[in-house]
Nanobody, 124 residues
Framework: QVQLVESGGGLVQAGGSLRLSCAASGRTFSHYAMGWFRQPPGKEREFVAA????????YYADSVKGRFTISRDIAKNTVYLQMNSLKSEDTAVYYC?????????????????WGQGIQVTVSS
């Protein structure tokens, strides 16, 4: 089993920054990929970013490219989502997730474990 706990959400003004953290526990993560998804109010959950735990390629949704950065701290078993130049349309509940697959990182069905979600609200 894998446990994921998100933190770092909150209220920020447009143009500001936030860093989300996702602390993982319960399994060895060297063969896993970590992803971030979000669900805006009244909309479907959507892909934000993903990367393999051991390195390699990083993937971003077009809507966040150049503004968001996904990274990880291996020693802390934690993945981060640095969010800069935030916009009102970034308002959503953000989820981190883990997959053991080697592809389909932008698809919800590919992920096996999910965090509980954390609210990010961007005021304009």
């Amino acid at each position: 089993q894998v446990q994921l706990v998100e933190s770092g959400g909150g209220l920020v003004q447009a143009g500001g920054s936030l860093r989300l953290s996702c602390a993982a526990s319960g399994r060895t993560f060297s063969h896993y990929a970590m992803g971030w998804f979000r669900q805006p109010p009244g909309k479907e959950r959507e892909f934000v970013a993903a990367r393999h735990w051991s390195g390699g390629n990083v993937y971003y949704a077009d809507s966040v490219k150049g503004r968001f950065t996904i990274s990880r701290d291996i020693a802390k078993n934690t993945v981060y989502l640095q969010m800069n130049s935030l916009k009102s349309e970034d308002t959503a509940v953000y989820y981190c997730a883990v997959t053991i697959r080697d592809s389909a990182y932008d698809r919800q069905w590919a992920y096996d474990y999910w965090g509980q979600g954390i609210q990010v609200t961007v005021s304009s």
